[in-house]
């Protein structure tokens, strides 16, 4: 039973990635910039790195999910389901918000800043759904491989997150300052704002 609910978390938040870089490629825009460009070698090396191990979290999660057997105590399970159902509504949540404007990866072009729903209780909101994404499989299916790749994944996405704020704060400057005033990186809003 954890096998086909975790399947099916799995499947519902990576539908919701493919849709909309299939919905945006119709309106002619490239979502997945990652690793591409004219970027500095810095900022393409951490973009690579981070799609390697994404895509290492997924196949470790996949791997996990059909080759270890789930041993969670049903408080464990419950809590690796709801962080799992969570993941892909707030995934879900951060791509419809960013609507033409999001993209994977520090885009060429430049974009809307997006400071609404989801985004005024996460300045990264998508990355949150990733990284529980990890946990909710890491909870459900816990073997050292898969936390292993999954902490790598999560810092990846980190130094990911760090470069596109530089990105902001130089394309948008005081409005994206004002900003990061009020919502915090991963999850909450400031006091005050």
């Excluded at 990576?14 to 825009?29: E, T």
């Excluded at 789930?70 to 969570?86: E, R």
């Excluded at 419809?96 to 985004?119: A, D, F, H």
């Excluded at 491989?145 to 400057?173: C, D, K, P, Y």
């Amino acid at each position: 039973m954890l096998q086909a609910i975790a399947v099916f978390i799995q499947f519902s938040f990576y539908s919701f990635y493919v849709a909309k870089i299939l919905i945006q490629r119709r309106q002619a825009i490239q979502t997945n910039q990652m690793g591409r460009g004219n970027k500095p070698k810095k900022v393409l090396r951490i973009e690579r790195i981070t799609l390697c191990a994404t895509v290492l979290a997924l196949l470790g999660s996949v791997g996990s999910i059909f080759f270890t057997k789930p041993q969670p105590s049903p408080a464990i399970a419950t809590i690796g389901v709801a962080v799992g159902v969570f993941s892909v509504v707030f995934f879900a949540a951060a791509t419809l918000t960013m609507k033409t404007s999001w993209r994977v990866g520090i885009p060429q072009e430049k974009t809307e800043l997006v400071t609404e729903g989801v985004y005024r209780i996460s300045r990264n909101p998508a990355f949150v759904g990733f990284d529980l994404l990890y946990l909710s499989t890491c909870l459900l299916f816990p073997n050292l491989t898969l936390i292993l790749i999954s902490l790598w994944a999560a810092v990846m996405l980190h130094l990911q997150i760090l470069q596109e704020e530089a990105h902001l704060r130089n394309t948008f400057g005081e409005e994206y300052d004002a900003y990061v005033r009020q919502a915090l990186r991963y999850l909450g809003r400031r006091r005050g704002a």
